[in-house]
């Protein structure tokens, strides 16, 4: 009996070390299901709706041969700027707007361009490949964003996270794979090459934005992010938006729909602006995005029942 005692003490020992060395732990479940954790997964669920509210509408535009990536991230910018660059505007003191860009001009300029080119680069992958892989290859962000948050934001992760990463690698390949298997197939090997590259460039872009954002409102506050990110947001978009877009934007045929699509775009693009800072304060960026992998699930509804994709 004492034998068996000590077989199943040594067999435990072994177990601890191997919970621990996985970051797996015996928790209560009240300590874990918490109502700070359920409305975490409450908000991540509605910020996937407000992403997969902006893929179906994007591809809309692109089946409506509307090829404005920038005059799309334009307007969202715009209505930053009207609302929350306008509110650091009022501030006195050190929070005034133009305190902020005597100090820290640089870092915003630099969160900004990311963020304008990240979107730009996403909604331009629409004109060559579908939504379903641009909804799957985005979740190349995670692994992206573990790096920088380890390195910048001083994170540290354990071996299960890691695996999980391997896997979301795995995962994008094997996404990259398809597409260009069925590229060949239809003869458009180079577009679908193109569209699977642009976004994973922008999966890129959206880590270091994402990396910025935390440590944003989380140091400093959510107005001061949105602010920045309205003003230069706003700039760089705009400036992008005369030099390539003039010739496209004078193209659009104007109508109900179009102007419709472009209104749930930028609405939800807005919202989620708003929403994701709220959000990331109370978790973290990597924490958000793996919630918002659900919105690949949306967008695989989205592919089958309103654009009649196959799976």
């Known amino acids: 009996l004492a034998l068996k005692d000590m077989e199943g003490l040594d067999e435990e020992r072994l177990c601890g070390k191997w919970r621990v060395g996985c970051g797996l732990y015996s928790y209560n479940l009240r300590d874990v299901f918490t ?21 179906v509408s994007c591809q809309y535009l692109a089946i409506a041969q509307v090829d404005t990536p920038m005059l799309q991230s334009f307007l969202n910018y715009a209505l930053l700027l009207l609302v929350y660059t306008t509110i650091l505007s009022t501030r006195k003191g050190d929070r005034n707007i133009l305190q902020i860009l ?96 642009l976004v994973l460039l922008s999966a890129v872009l959206y880590a270091v934005s994402n990396v910025c954002q935390e440590y944003t409102v989380k140091n400093l506050s959510r107005v001061e992010f949105l602010g920045m990110m309205g003003l230069f947001g706003t700039l ?39 929403f994701m800072p709220v959000v990331v304060k109370m978790t ?17 509804f989205c592919g089958i029942f309103l654009f009649r994709y196959t799976v």
């Open 236 to 274: 760089i978009s705009g400036i992008q938006l005369a030099v390539l877009e003039t010739h496209a934007v004078a193209e659009i045929k104007w109508d109900f729909q179009i102007s419709m699509l472009f209104a749930v775009y930028v609405l939800c693009m807005y919202g989620l602006y708003n």
């Open 284 to 300: 973290s960026a990597t924490a958000v995005n793996l919630s918002l992998l659900t919105a690949d699930l949306f967008s695989l």
């Open 35 to 55: 109502w700070r954790l359920l409305k975490t997964i409450v908000m991540g669920q509605v910020l996937s709706l407000l992403i997969c509210g902006t893929a």
């Open 102 to 197: 005597k100090t820290k001009w640089l870092k915003y300029l630099v969160m900004g361009l990311a963020d304008v080119e990240a979107n730009y680069a996403v909604v331009k992958a629409y004109q060559f490949t579908s939504l379903t892989s641009i909804q799957l290859l985005d979740c190349f962000v995670i692994p992206v964003l573990m790096v920088l948050s380890w390195f910048f934001l001083k994170t540290r992760y354990r071996l299960v996270h890691f695996v999980a990463v391997i896997v979301c690698l795995l995962g994008v390949g094997a996404m990259v794979g398809a597409d260009i298997l069925a590229g060949r197939d239809k003869g458009s090997n180079s577009d679908v090459v193109l569209g699977d590259g």
